[in-house]
């Protein structure tokens, strides 16, 4: 019913930037939320930040302050702007929609931090 396709991953020096996109296409009106998670090797998948269709947002106390999430919805497409990027930030960034009857995920997105 949604698929969800994310980009903008990639390898990237302590302190700087990334933006990573997510676009949902199919059925994406019932979607109610769209967040983005991420796992990184050996340790539990962990919410990053949130948003809902009322435009309320959370983030971890990890990336508070650091990263935020927008949407667009001409676009139905949900961004992670992630600035003064960490070596801990590196992970698998997951795309996530909810609301619909499953939740969805994309494929993931790899995100390397070097020191």
Known sequence: QVQLVESGGGLVQAGGSLRLSCAASGDT?????MGWYRQAPG??????????????????????????????????????????????????????AGGCSDDYWGQGTQVTVSS
Do not use: H, W
């Open 43 to 96: 340790k539990e998948r962990e919410l990053v930040a949130v948003i809902t269709n009322g435009g309320s947002t959370y983030y971890a106390d990890s990336v508070k302050g650091r990263f935020t999430i927008s949407r667009d919805n001409a676009k139905n497409t949900v961004y992670l702007q992630m600035n003064s990027l960490k070596p801990e930030d590196t992970a698998v960034y997951y795309c996530n």
């Open 29 to 33: 009106i019932c979607i109610s939320a």
